[in-house]
Protein backbone atom coordinates (compact mmCIF):
# COMPACT_ATOMS: atom_id res chain seq x y z
CA UNK A 1 0.00 0.00 0.00
CA UNK A 2 1.16 3.49 -0.15
CA UNK A 3 0.53 4.79 3.81
CA UNK A 4 3.03 4.41 6.86
CA UNK A 5 4.46 0.93 7.00
CA UNK A 6 5.06 -0.14 10.96
CA UNK A 7 6.71 -3.95 11.66
CA UNK A 8 5.91 -5.92 13.28
CA UNK A 9 2.52 -4.78 14.98
CA UNK A 10 3.26 -6.74 18.05
CA UNK A 11 6.20 -7.69 19.89
CA UNK A 12 6.75 -9.24 23.33
CA UNK A 13 10.25 -9.21 24.72
CA UNK A 14 11.39 -9.92 28.02
CA UNK A 15 12.92 -7.25 29.90
CA UNK A 16 16.89 -6.47 29.28
CA UNK A 17 16.60 -7.61 25.53
CA UNK A 18 16.85 -5.56 22.70
CA UNK A 19 14.26 -4.66 20.34
CA UNK A 20 14.68 -2.95 16.74
CA UNK A 21 11.36 -1.33 15.61
CA UNK A 22 10.90 -0.04 11.51
CA UNK A 23 9.36 2.21 9.90
CA UNK A 24 8.37 2.76 6.41
CA UNK A 25 6.95 6.18 5.54
CA UNK A 26 5.71 7.33 2.34
CA UNK A 27 7.71 7.44 -0.55
CA UNK A 28 9.17 10.90 -0.89
CA UNK A 29 7.94 12.16 2.40
CA UNK A 30 10.92 13.82 4.26
CA UNK A 31 9.97 14.42 7.95
CA UNK A 32 9.23 11.43 9.86
CA UNK A 33 8.82 11.31 13.25
CA UNK A 34 8.56 8.54 16.34
CA UNK A 35 6.00 9.10 18.84
CA UNK A 36 4.51 6.53 21.54
CA UNK A 37 1.53 6.05 23.73
CA UNK A 38 1.77 4.38 26.84
CA UNK A 39 -1.38 3.14 28.24
CA UNK A 40 -3.64 6.03 29.07
CA UNK A 41 -1.53 8.45 28.15
CA UNK A 42 -1.39 10.92 25.14
CA UNK A 43 1.07 10.54 22.18
CA UNK A 44 4.54 11.52 23.32
CA UNK A 45 7.36 12.97 20.60
CA UNK A 46 10.46 10.78 20.71
CA UNK A 47 12.08 12.27 17.71
CA UNK A 48 12.09 13.57 14.54
CA UNK A 49 13.70 13.13 11.24
CA UNK A 50 14.05 15.72 8.36
CA UNK A 51 15.95 13.62 5.50
CA UNK A 52 18.28 10.68 7.52
CA UNK A 53 19.73 13.81 9.93
CA UNK A 54 18.01 14.23 13.56
CA UNK A 55 17.19 17.64 14.15
CA UNK A 56 15.37 17.09 17.18
CA UNK A 57 15.91 14.12 19.61
CA UNK A 58 14.83 15.44 22.87
CA UNK A 59 11.48 13.25 23.48
CA UNK A 60 14.06 10.02 23.78
CA UNK A 61 13.37 9.10 27.38
CA UNK A 62 16.89 7.57 27.66
CA UNK A 63 20.28 6.78 26.17
CA UNK A 64 18.78 3.46 25.59
CA UNK A 65 17.09 4.58 22.92
CA UNK A 66 18.20 5.14 19.68
CA UNK A 67 16.94 6.11 16.15
CA UNK A 68 18.05 6.15 12.85
CA UNK A 69 17.13 6.63 9.15
CA UNK A 70 19.00 5.56 6.10
CA UNK A 71 18.44 6.98 2.72
CA UNK A 72 15.74 9.06 3.41
CA UNK A 73 13.25 6.62 3.42
CA UNK A 74 13.14 3.59 6.42
CA UNK A 75 13.47 4.15 10.20
CA UNK A 76 14.80 2.09 12.84
CA UNK A 77 13.91 2.45 16.21
CA UNK A 78 15.99 0.57 18.61
CA UNK A 79 15.77 0.02 22.63
CA UNK A 80 18.02 -1.66 24.65
CA UNK A 81 17.57 -3.65 27.75
CA UNK A 82 14.52 -3.18 27.39
CA UNK A 83 11.98 -2.25 30.63
CA UNK A 84 8.40 -2.87 31.44
CA UNK A 85 7.96 0.99 31.08
CA UNK A 86 8.83 0.97 27.68
CA UNK A 87 5.66 -1.12 27.30
CA UNK A 88 3.55 1.08 25.14
CA UNK A 89 2.48 1.80 21.37
CA UNK A 90 5.10 3.10 19.25
CA UNK A 91 3.68 5.21 15.86
CA UNK A 92 5.76 6.36 13.06
CA UNK A 93 4.11 9.54 11.26
CA UNK A 94 6.07 10.93 7.63
CA UNK A 95 4.87 14.29 6.09
CA UNK A 96 5.87 15.56 2.86
CA UNK A 97 7.60 18.67 4.32
CA UNK A 98 7.71 19.93 8.20
CA UNK A 99 6.21 22.89 7.75
CA UNK A 100 2.84 23.14 7.69
CA UNK A 101 1.58 19.61 6.13
CA UNK A 102 -0.13 16.84 8.20
CA UNK A 103 1.38 13.89 8.67
CA UNK A 104 0.51 10.51 8.58
CA UNK A 105 0.75 7.99 10.47
CA UNK A 106 1.20 3.98 10.79
CA UNK A 107 -1.08 1.61 12.68
CA UNK A 108 1.95 1.45 15.21
CA UNK A 109 4.22 -1.09 16.88
CA UNK A 110 2.52 -2.61 20.10
CA UNK A 111 5.33 -3.35 22.28
CA UNK A 112 5.00 -5.29 25.86
CA UNK A 113 7.62 -5.93 28.14
CA UNK A 114 7.60 -8.86 30.72
CA UNK B 1 5.28 20.79 31.54
CA UNK B 2 2.38 19.96 29.45
CA UNK B 3 2.85 22.67 27.03
CA UNK B 4 -0.82 21.53 25.05
CA UNK B 5 -3.82 20.43 27.37
CA UNK B 6 -7.33 19.18 26.58
CA UNK B 7 -8.51 19.20 29.71
CA UNK B 8 -11.65 16.95 29.10
CA UNK B 9 -10.57 13.51 28.96
CA UNK B 10 -13.59 12.13 27.85
CA UNK B 11 -16.95 13.26 26.47
CA UNK B 12 -20.63 12.18 25.66
CA UNK B 13 -22.76 13.69 23.03
CA UNK B 14 -26.28 12.67 21.62
CA UNK B 15 -26.45 11.48 18.21
CA UNK B 16 -27.77 14.71 16.49
CA UNK B 17 -26.21 17.07 18.50
CA UNK B 18 -22.90 19.25 18.36
CA UNK B 19 -19.92 17.65 19.83
CA UNK B 20 -17.15 20.47 21.20
CA UNK B 21 -13.75 19.29 21.89
CA UNK B 22 -11.35 22.32 23.46
CA UNK B 23 -7.47 22.44 23.75
CA UNK B 24 -5.39 25.01 25.39
CA UNK B 25 -1.82 25.72 24.17
CA UNK B 26 1.10 27.77 26.10
CA UNK B 27 3.56 28.44 23.85
CA UNK B 28 2.56 31.15 21.14
CA UNK B 29 5.64 29.29 18.99
CA UNK B 30 2.77 27.37 17.36
CA UNK B 31 1.72 28.48 14.00
CA UNK B 32 -0.13 25.26 12.49
CA UNK B 33 -2.88 23.29 14.36
CA UNK B 34 -4.32 20.05 13.05
CA UNK B 35 -6.84 18.10 14.80
CA UNK B 36 -6.36 14.21 14.68
CA UNK B 37 -9.12 11.40 14.94
CA UNK B 38 -7.75 8.16 16.22
CA UNK B 39 -9.75 4.42 16.16
CA UNK B 40 -8.86 1.64 18.99
CA UNK B 41 -5.59 -0.72 17.19
CA UNK B 42 -5.23 2.29 14.72
CA UNK B 43 -2.90 5.45 13.73
CA UNK B 44 -4.12 8.52 14.17
CA UNK B 45 -5.44 10.16 11.34
CA UNK B 46 -5.77 13.66 9.99
CA UNK B 47 -9.30 15.41 10.58
CA UNK B 48 -9.04 18.81 10.11
CA UNK B 49 -6.93 22.11 10.29
CA UNK B 50 -5.81 25.53 10.62
CA UNK B 51 -3.22 28.11 10.20
CA UNK B 52 -2.09 30.60 12.46
CA UNK B 53 -3.44 33.72 10.24
CA UNK B 54 -6.68 32.20 10.43
CA UNK B 55 -9.54 32.44 13.08
CA UNK B 56 -12.04 29.37 11.64
CA UNK B 57 -11.61 26.55 8.91
CA UNK B 58 -15.12 24.82 7.70
CA UNK B 59 -14.78 20.89 6.14
CA UNK B 60 -18.47 19.76 6.25
CA UNK B 61 -19.25 18.78 9.42
CA UNK B 62 -16.21 19.62 10.91
CA UNK B 63 -15.38 23.15 11.87
CA UNK B 64 -12.54 24.20 13.82
CA UNK B 65 -11.80 27.70 15.38
CA UNK B 66 -8.80 29.25 16.60
CA UNK B 67 -8.83 31.88 19.50
CA UNK B 68 -5.07 32.91 19.41
CA UNK B 69 -5.06 35.87 22.19
CA UNK B 70 -6.78 33.09 24.23
CA UNK B 71 -4.41 30.65 23.48
CA UNK B 72 -7.87 28.40 22.43
CA UNK B 73 -8.29 25.87 20.20
CA UNK B 74 -11.80 23.87 19.49
CA UNK B 75 -13.56 21.45 16.62
CA UNK B 76 -17.10 21.64 16.22
CA UNK B 77 -18.50 18.70 15.16
CA UNK B 78 -22.23 19.10 13.96
CA UNK B 79 -24.26 17.15 13.49
CA UNK B 80 -22.83 14.16 15.79
CA UNK B 81 -22.82 11.01 14.76
CA UNK B 82 -22.01 7.36 15.94
CA UNK B 83 -19.11 6.80 13.50
CA UNK B 84 -18.00 10.42 15.13
CA UNK B 85 -16.93 7.39 18.90
CA UNK B 86 -13.06 7.34 19.02
CA UNK B 87 -10.44 9.15 20.44
CA UNK B 88 -9.26 13.56 19.19
CA UNK B 89 -5.94 14.84 19.60
CA UNK B 90 -5.05 18.16 18.71
CA UNK B 91 -1.94 18.61 17.57
CA UNK B 92 0.15 21.63 17.09
CA UNK B 93 3.04 22.38 14.63
CA UNK B 94 6.19 24.16 15.71
CA UNK B 95 9.58 23.95 15.93
CA UNK B 96 9.26 21.91 13.12
CA UNK B 97 7.30 18.99 15.33
CA UNK B 98 4.14 18.28 16.31
CA UNK B 99 3.32 17.98 19.88
CA UNK B 100 -0.03 16.35 21.08
CA UNK B 101 -2.44 16.76 23.56
CA UNK B 102 -3.52 14.01 25.83
CA UNK B 103 -6.85 13.11 23.92
CA UNK B 104 -10.15 13.38 24.67
CA UNK B 105 -12.32 10.00 24.09
CA UNK B 106 -15.50 11.29 22.41
CA UNK B 107 -18.79 8.99 22.42
CA UNK B 108 -21.81 9.51 20.27
CA UNK B 109 -24.89 8.09 22.46
CA UNK B 110 -27.56 6.55 19.45
Known amino acids: GAGVSQSPSNKVTEKGKDVELRCDPI?????LYWYRQSLGQGLEFLIY????????KSGLPSDRFSAERTGGSVSTLTIQRTQQEDSAVYLC????????????FGQGTRLTVV | DQQVKQNSPSLSVQEGRISILNCDYT??????FLWYKKYPAEGPTFLIS?????DKNEDGRFTVFLNKSAKHLSLHIVPSQPGDSAVYFC?????????FGTGTRLTIIP
Open chain 2, 50 to 54: ISSIK
Open chain 1, 49 to 56: FQGNSAPD
Open chain 1, 27 to 31: SGHTA
Open chain 1, 93 to 104: ASSFRSVGTEAF
Open chain 2, 27 to 32: NSMFDY
Open chain 2, 91 to 99: SLFGNEKLT
